[in-house]
T-cell receptor, first 114, second 113 residues
Framework: NAGVTQTPKFRILKIGQSMTLQCTQD?????MYWYRQDPGMGLKLIYY???????DKGEVPNGYNVSRSTTEDFPLRLELAAPSQTSVYFCATSGTRLNNQPQHFGDGTRLSIL | AQSVTQLDSQVPVFEEAPVELRCNYSSSVSVYLFWYVQYPNQGLQLLLKYLSGSTLVESINGFEAEFNKSQTSFHFRKPSVHISDTAEYFC???????????FGTGTRLKVLA
């Protein structure tokens, strides 16, 4: 069972470059989330989606965009990379029924902006 | 709105000693509470959850957490820790009627031999 798959695992970008972080899930979960994790700061929600075609901002959406054209995929795009976006990014999913609320996390993408 | 406070950023403890990791929350709606563990270079994994019912929740590997509504707390405990328990632990709250988790800043547990 693949669960939540994030690619790439590591990436170094130059300031001003753009890239897309990929997230794919095979659990047929409706809810998907993008977080960033910075040392000592816990996880901050960037964007989330409650189903295909529906996305909404989290706590720290500036500098990012998302789309959700299918249930399986929830890519996160950085248009103009900035040093402040150096972080570890996690994608997570959960089902819609209460019993499925615990989130399933990918292994993360470690991104450095130089 | 909801918020979560983990009072200890780091907790060193000797092997086989007990440990308690503290978590307090605030919310204007009823909440569901969770503890997650993160090992190095991995995502978070669910350890414990409180949805309703008994205020003491337990896992198969000896972890437990107790929901205290009057103190708005969900403290995590283990009676005897192992070296392999060294990890970062996150408390999280899901507010009823919302779509979002709010995570605490994490507690790094280091088990010493």
């Amino acid at each position: 069972n693949a669960g939540v798959t994030q690619t790439p695992k590591f990436r170094i970008l130059k300031i001003g470059q753009s890239m897309t972080l990929q997230c794919t899930q095979d659990m047929n979960h409706n809810y998907m989330y993008w977080y960033r994790q910075d040392p000592g700061m816990g996880l901050k929600l960037i964007y989330y989606s409650v189903g295909a075609g529906i996305t909404d901002k989290g706590e720290v959406p500036n500098g990012y965009n998302v789309s959700r054209s299918t249930t399986e995929d929830f890519p996160l795009r950085l248009e103009l990379a900035a040093p402040s976006q150096t972080s570890v990014y996690f994608c997570a999913t959960s089902g819609t029924r209460l019993n499925n609320q615990p989130q399933h996390f990918g292994d993360g993408t470690r991104l450095s902006i130089l | 709105a909801q918020s979560v406070t983990q009072l200890d950023s780091q907790v060193p403890v000797f092997e086989e000693a007990p440990v308690e990791l503290r978590c307090n929350y605030s919310s204007s709606v009823s909440v569901y509470l969770f503890w997650y563990v993160q090992y190095p270079n991995q995502g978070l994994q669910l350890l414990l959850k409180y949805l309703s019912g008994s205020t003491l929740v337990e896992s198969i590997n000896g972890f437990e957490a107790e929901f205290n509504k009057s103190q708005t707390s969900f403290h995590f405990r283990k009676p005897s820790v192992h070296i392999s328990d060294t990890a970062e632990y996150f408390c999280a709250v899901w507010g009823s009627g919302t779509y979002k988790y709010i995570f605490g800043t994490g507690t790094r547990l280091k088990v010493l031999a």
